[in-house]
């Protein structure tokens, strides 16, 4: 669960996976980041060609919802791994990059708006 899983604990389940099958030998950054923009787009693909439908709609639909999970759950696991062979602290990294989207995306100008920080 989120409120009682921490990040660091989500990192080792990853890594002892991939030590327990001698897998560090292929995930060089290059390869997890290519592997990474593939789930990335297996969660887009299960919205394609679909008409728009709001958060209460999707939830309401179990069968969708297991797929946007498992995709969504590879997408955090290349993440994840990423991490793991760049020796990045990933809470330290969420902190620091919504530091500078505060400063890109400040509430007087971006309330309510989809506009990008460039065009504020």
């Known amino acids: 669960m989120d409120s009682t899983?921490?990040?660091?604990?989500?990192?080792?389940?990853?890594?002892?996976f991939v030590q327990e099958r001698?897998?560090?030998?292929?995930?060089?950054?290059?390869?997890l980041s290519i592997?990474?923009?593939?789930?990335?787009?297996e969660l887009m693909e299960i919205f394609q060609w679909k008409e728009q439908k709001n958060a209460v709609d999707i939830k309401s639909d179990e069968n969708t919802m297991a797929k946007i999970r498992e995709e969504l759950a590879d997408v955090i696991l290349?993440?994840?791994?990423?991490?793991?062979?760049l020796d990045i602290d990933v809470s330290s990294?969420?902190?620091?990059?919504?530091v500078r989207n505060k400063q890109k995306y400040p509430i007087e100008k971006a309330k309510g708006t989809a506009k990008k920080y460039t065009e504020l």
């Open 5 to 16: 899983t921490n990040v660091a604990k989500l990192k080792k389940l990853m890594e002892d």
């Open 22 to 31: 001698d897998w560090a030998q292929f995930h060089t950054p290059k390869d």
């Open 35 to 41: 592997a990474l923009a593939i789930e990335a787009a």
């Open 78 to 85: 290349y993440s994840l791994a990423i991490a793991n062979r």
């Open 93 to 98: 990294a969420v902190e620091q990059k919504m």
